[in-house]
């Protein structure tokens, strides 16, 4: 079993649409979880962090942490052509020296 | 501020050859990070950098050497390339220890042949 896990895609919406990303995994020592964005054929930018449980809002982006599940979500409201790329959860913990563990990645294409 | 820059872009090595692959920061970062990214395979860390002077691995290691003599410049070096070696390298640095906020830079095709 891996330590993170990522649905793949492809995820194809409508412009406009909210659309949830998810990962699970199963570290229970994980405190830190973030959300990558990767457009194709350029490196990963991070989008948000969030320590322990909760929620964290930017503009369209919220991130939700459920320790008790161990699952994290990245929900996108009214969802942009430019918001096509794949996005990319990753996790770390003071246990692990901080290495953070990337999941595979979901694609996501926004369609006009 | 360029960020995180890496050379080259693209590179073909033949089996058995080497190469450095190198990465510079100008945020002033302690952190470094080399990364390996394979298709549908996520992001796998090669080795990192808590400083200059100290490295150590990550997941996979096997087959890379890396050295931090400055805080700017974190070179990866491939050592006998192998087609298992064929991926494309990121290179991220960031202020925090926690493993949060890295800042990656473009990246370098690398194919074994």
């Known amino acids: 079993q891996k330590e993170v896990e990522q649905d793949p895609g492809p995820l194809s919406v409508p412009e406009g649409a909210i659309v949830s990303l998810n990962c699970t995994y199963s570290?229970?020592?994980?405190?830190?979880f973030m959300w990558y964005r990767q457009y194709s054929r350029k490196g990963p930018e991070l989008l948000m962090y969030t320590y322990s449980s909760g929620n964290k809002e930017d503009g369209r982006f919220t991130a939700q942490v459920d320790k008790s599940s161990k699952y994290i979500s990245l929900f996108i409201r009214d969802s942009q052509p430019s918001d096509s790329a794949t996005y990319l959860c990753?996790?770390?913990?003071?246990?692990?020296?901080?290495?953070?563990?990337f999941g595979a990645g979901t694609r996501l294409f926004v369609k006009a | 501020n360029a960020g995180v820059t890496q050379t080259p872009k693209f590179r073909i090595l033949k089996i058995g050859q080497s190469m450095t692959l190198q990465c510079t920061q100008d945020?002033?970062?302690?952190?470094m990070y080399w990364y390996r990214q394979d298709p549908g395979m996520g992001l796998k860390l090669i080795y990192y950098s808590v400083g200059a002077g100290i490295t150590d691995k990550g997941e996979v290691p096997n087959g890379y050497n890396v050295s931090r003599s400055t805080t700017e410049d974190f070179p990866l070096r491939l050592e006998l390339a192998a087609p298992s070696q064929t991926s494309v390298y990121f290179c991220a640095s960031s202020t925090a220890g926690t493993g949060t906020e890295q800042y990656f830079g473009p990246g370098t095709r690398l194919t074994v042949t």
């Open positions: 570290n229970s020592a994980f405190q830190y």
């Open positions: 990753a996790m770390s913990a003071s246990t692990g020296g901080f290495k953070t563990i």
């Open positions: 945020m002033n970062h302690n952190y």
